[in-house]
């Protein structure tokens, strides 16, 4: 997903303007009830409610065809707005809050998912274990590339990660966010992988991850860590 930053709002004459208004996401936790009784399910993390304002200049038609052009690249993006997180989600216009000769200010909103900017890899050759440590327990997805040619690969870890390789011959990619299971040139590769759930932290902080297999393989663990 393209990567949308501050200094391409200066291409549509627009400046985001401060404060951003972030809300904390809410935990969910699924439940039935079963002849009386209640039975809960796994927690998982919802979405956070993000706002902020951008002000547009110029004459009116140039701030109604950039506002338009604008909207319509926040729609569905990553929004990098210098503050070494990334926002995703689906950013539309809630409001108009003031219209004067020369600008325009508007409210956007969106429910988004908040990570960490920068991309965290760990790597192992062959068997042994990685440790994961998280700022907190916020559950955070990951990616897990394999290569190499090797057979019964496992990892297990303290968290949700618990997963099996059949066979390995050249690169296996199970990536949380995407929820798939891909080669390396992107056909899917889910017979040779068996998983009860995508790999994430499952709101534990400190995370041990032990790999084990027969032959020569390497192991990526890679993440942008979820922050709310």
Do not use: H
Not at 23 to 38: G, L, M
Not at 66 to 75: C, D, G, P, Q, T
Not at 129 to 141: A, G, R
Not at 159 to 175: E, F, M, Q, R
Request: aromatic share 10%; with cysteine.
């Amino acid at each position: 997903m393209k990567i949308f930053s501050l200094q391409d709002f200066k291409k549509y004459n627009a400046n985001v303007l401060q404060p951003i208004k972030i809300e904390a996401s809410k935990i969910i936790r699924e439940y039935f009830d079963f002849n009386n009784n209640v039975i809960y399910g796994d927690k998982s993390i919802g979405l956070s409610l993000v706002k902020f304002k951008i002000e547009l200049t110029g004459t009116r038609a140039e701030i109604k065809r950039n506002k338009a052009n604008l909207l319509s690249e926040l729609e569905i993006c990553n929004l990098d707005l210098n503050d070494n997180r990334l926002y995703k989600g689906r950013f539309i216009e809630q409001s108009i809050d003031e219209i004067y000769n020369g600008f325009e200010i508007i409210e956007v909103e969106a429910n988004c998912i908040v990570l960490s900017k920068n991309e965290i890899t760990k790597t192992l050759n062959n068997s042994g274990s990685i440790q994961i440590v998280l700022n907190d327990t916020t559950s955070t997805n990951f990616k897990i590339k394999l290569t190499g040619n090797a057979t019964n690969i496992v990892l297990t870890s303290n968290a949700k990660i618990d997963v099996k390789i059949s066979k390995l011959s050249g690169t296996i990619i199970i990536d949380s966010e995407e929820k798939t299971i891909k080669d390396a040139i992107g056909n899917n590769a889910y017979k040779f992988v068996e998983l009860f759930d995508f790999p994430c932290s499952n709101f534990t902080k400190n995370i041990l991850v032990q790999i084990t297999g027969n032959g020569t393989f390497t192991t990526e663990i890679s993440y942008f860590e979820r922050l709310i």
